[in-house]
């Protein structure tokens, strides 16, 4: 048991949660550890969802703003919301995560060990080319959001030129190509749309465009009214003549 608590404090240490966080998850961790004491616990799979939202945002907000394809998405608010489709992967030494000429299917943000990307001669792109080390704090995959964004949008994945594959162990957060289209693209769609050329599409996709717009703006209305909702008054309140005078 102080063996698994002393591997809970280097991984909260290593990831730089704030304190009072750190605390809360070392209390739930060292509870399930309890419960289980032969089990192996992977602390990202055992958090409650309150607490691995909140960790997602501060180990995946920080790279997600390091994304050139997402650099023009506007509000911390749209960010967490993207944040919250990531879903946490780990990766044994030595293992392929994403193979090359095989369909691209997620963004990969990798919060811990390292990851290598690399291309061979019988690959898509025939000419090996330099590997490139994928830390904490770095991510692959980024074409992906470019082809999430296509109108009209395309069925089918656009193919790796690269293989990936973990040097150590690794943890990081994955947002699939399913999430990406169906509910970050869909539902932040105004902020993905800048780049489309308005003047190659039909009618049809045009009305289509029109009715996302719709939807954003409900949307968007929507959010504005709640945000602006008076707290609801307690249903008693103290007399000012109760209230003593010093």
Same mark, same amino acid.
């Given at each position: 048991?102080?063996?698994?608590?002393?591997?809970?404090?280097?991984?909260?240490?290593?990831?730089?949660?704030?304190?009072?966080?750190?605390?809360?998850?070392?209390?739930?961790?060292?509870?399930?550890?309890?419960?289980?004491?032969?089990?192996?616990?992977?602390?990202?799979?055992?958090?409650?969802?309150?607490?691995?939202?909140?960790?997602?945002?501060?180990?995946?907000?920080?790279?997600?703003?390091?994304?050139?394809?997402?650099?023009?998405?506007?509000?911390? $608010? /749209? *960010?967490?919301?993207?944040?919250?489709? +990531?879903? &946490?992967?780990?990766?044994?030494?030595? =293992?392929?995560?994403?193979?090359?000429?095989?369909?691209?299917?997620?963004?990969?943000?990798?919060?811990?060990?390292?990851?290598?990307?690399?291309?061979?001669?019988?690959?898509?792109?025939?000419?090996?080319?330099?590997?490139?080390?994928?830390?904490?704090?770095?991510?692959?995959? $980024? /074409? *992906?959001?470019?082809?999430?964004?296509? +109108?009209? &949008?395309?069925?089918?994945?656009?193919? =790796?030129?690269?293989?990936?594959?973990?040097?150590?162990?690794?943890?990081?957060?994955?947002?699939?190509?399913?999430?990406?289209?169906?509910?970050?693209?869909?539902?932040?769609?105004?902020?993905?749309?800048?780049?489309?050329?308005?003047?190659?599409?039909?009618?049809?996709?045009? $009305?289509? *465009?029109?009715?996302?717009?719709?939807?954003?703006?409900?949307?968007?209305?929507?959010?504005?009214?709640?945000?602006?909702?008076?707290?609801?008054?307690?249903?008693?309140?103290?007399?000012?003549?109760?209230?003593?005078?010093?």
């Amino acid at each position: 048991m102080k063996l698994k608590g002393l591997d809970v404090e280097l991984w909260l240490y290593k990831n730089r949660l704030p304190l009072t966080m750190q605390k809360r998850i070392m209390d739930n961790i060292l509870q399930k550890l309890q419960e289980n004491k032969n089990g192996h616990l992977e602390i990202l799979y055992s958090l409650p969802p309150d607490y691995l939202s909140f960790v997602k945002r501060c180990l995946c907000l920080a790279t997600l703003r390091k994304v050139p394809k997402l650099k023009d998405i506007e509000g911390l $608010e /749209e *960010l967490k919301g993207i944040c919250e489709h +990531f879903k &946490p992967v780990i990766y044994a030494k030595d =293992s392929f995560i994403i193979q090359e000429g095989e369909p691209l299917d997620m963004i990969l943000l990798v919060t811990q060990g390292t990851v290598r990307s690399y291309t061979t001669s019988n690959g898509v792109k025939k000419d090996p080319t330099t590997p490139k080390h994928i830390k904490q704090g770095d991510f692959y995959g $980024e /074409e *992906l959001i470019s082809w999430a964004s296509k +109108f009209p &949008p395309s069925t089918e994945l656009p193919i =790796s030129d690269k293989n990936v594959r973990s040097i150590t162990r690794v943890e990081a957060f994955a947002l699939t190509a399913e999430d990406l289209k169906n509910h970050v693209v869909l539902r932040y769609w105004w902020q993905f749309s800048k780049g489309i050329d308005l003047k190659k599409l039909t009618d049809s996709q045009m $009305e289509q *465009l029109r009715e996302l717009a719709v939807i954003h703006s409900q949307r968007a209305f929507r959010s504005r009214k709640r945000a602006e909702k008076p707290a609801a008054l307690p249903m008693k309140t103290q007399s000012m003549s109760a209230v003593p005078i010093l």
